[in-house]
């Protein structure tokens, strides 16, 4: 299997731990949507990371799709998403959280490196970052709460999407982003970087 994207991007990061994690081999193709834009375009029509690409040459795009397909590959003992029922829900419900605000901290990113500096537009801004900080709290009352992972006492692709929203933060020097804000995912990040999933895919 080859991965294509850079780990900087919270979305491919992620599906590269979930690959680690299920002991799925893959090849890495670290390209950049700023400067490979038309070699991206020729694996996913949207033009974006990451993209799967299978051993038999069928390609999967988008982070969720990629994951589902990983968790099947993986096979119920090893999936990162429990099979069904209130488990299944509530960690779907808190992917859905981390992975809403990593969607703003992108769009945040987007606004504030890729346009000329005169073209800010300050509120739409002020928006993005205000969504951002209202799902990093409620990412944090919830690890305070269930007692350092997500929901039941096992990583979740929940957390493995939190973690990666947090050093995506910290890579960019994110200005919404300090360790003592949110201590909770803090620590959940840096003990996760300790584990070799996370460690060799680091931004
Ligand atoms: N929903 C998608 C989001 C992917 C995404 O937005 N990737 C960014 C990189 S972090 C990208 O490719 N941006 C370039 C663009 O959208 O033009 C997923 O989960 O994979």
Redesign the pocket.
């Known amino acids: 299997m080859i991965l294509v994207?850079?780990f900087?991007?919270?979305?491919?990061r992620?599906?590269a731990i979930a690959l680690q994690l299920a002991r799925l081999g893959f090849q890495h193709q670290p390209l950049s949507?700023?400067d490979d834009?038309a070699a991206?375009a020729k694996i996913?029509p949207?033009?974006?990371?990451?993209a799967l690409i299978l051993d038999d040459g069928e390609t999967l795009?988008?982070?969720?799709?990629?994951v589902d397909c990983i968790d099947e590959l993986a096979g119920r003992t090893r999936a990162l998403t429990p099979y069904s029922g209130i488990d299944r829900r509530r960690v779907k419900y808190w992917e859905a959280v981390a992975?809403g605000a990593?969607?703003k901290a992108?769009a945040a990113?987007?606004e504030r490196n890729r346009r000329p500096p005169e073209k800010v537009h300050q509120p739409w801004l002020d928006q993005l970052q205000g969504q951002l900080v209202a799902g990093l709290k409620a990412l944090e009352a919830q690890l305070a709460e269930n007692g350092g992972v997500l929901h039941g006492t096992y990583l979740t692709i929940a957390d493995v999407t939190a973690i990666c929203l947090v050093d995506?933060l910290r890579a960019q020097k994110s200005p919404v982003w300090s360790d003592k804000d949110f201590p909770q995912l803090a620590f959940a990040a840096d003990r996760a970087n300790r584990e070799p999933a996370f460690a060799s895919t680091k931004p």
């Open positions: 994207g850079r900087l991007s919270p979305f491919t992620r599906v949507t700023l834009r991206i996913n949207l033009g974006r990371v990451p795009i988008d982070s969720a799709a990629i992975l990593t969607e992108v990113f987007y995506f």
